[in-house]
């Protein structure tokens, strides 16, 4: 069973950035979607973005510019650099991996950002 760990996460500055990573624990080459959630307090988990297995990716509207997610098949890995930062991209930043035919989404723990002065 396919399983997704994220890191780095943490608290930065308004305007800073961090790059996210999220390593799954087999092969997701031509496998499996790649995407990044995140949940902030009080508010559903929402989509931020999303990498196929062809590598297009898309981008929820707050983030386009700012956000570039990657993926690296060789290292069964997906980041997601985050650049100019908002108070309001803090959240829980969850990884999701979805199995592109049966649809099966696994889901990492999550890694927490924090954008405060």
């Known amino acids: 069973q396919l399983q997704l760990v994220e890191s780095g996460g943490g608290l930065v500055p308004p305007g800073g950035s961090l790059r996210l990573s999220c390593v799954a624990s087999a092969n997701i080459s031509g496998t499996y979607a790649m995407y990044w959630y995140r949940q902030a307090p009080g508010q559903q988990r929402g989509f931020v973005a999303g990498?196929?297995?062809?590598?297009?990716?898309t981008y929820r509207d707050s983030v386009k510019g700012r956000f570039t997610i990657s993926r690296d098949n060789a290292k069964n890995t997906v980041s997601l650099k985050m650049n100019s930062l908002k108070p309001e991209d803090t959240a829980v930043y969850y990884c999701?991996?979805?199995?592109?035919?049966?649809?099966?989404?696994?889901w990492g723990p999550g890694t927490q950002v924090t954008v405060s002065l």
């Open positions: 999701n991996a979805r199995q592109i035919w049966t649809l099966h989404e696994t």
């Open positions: 990498i196929d297995i062809a590598g297009l990716t």
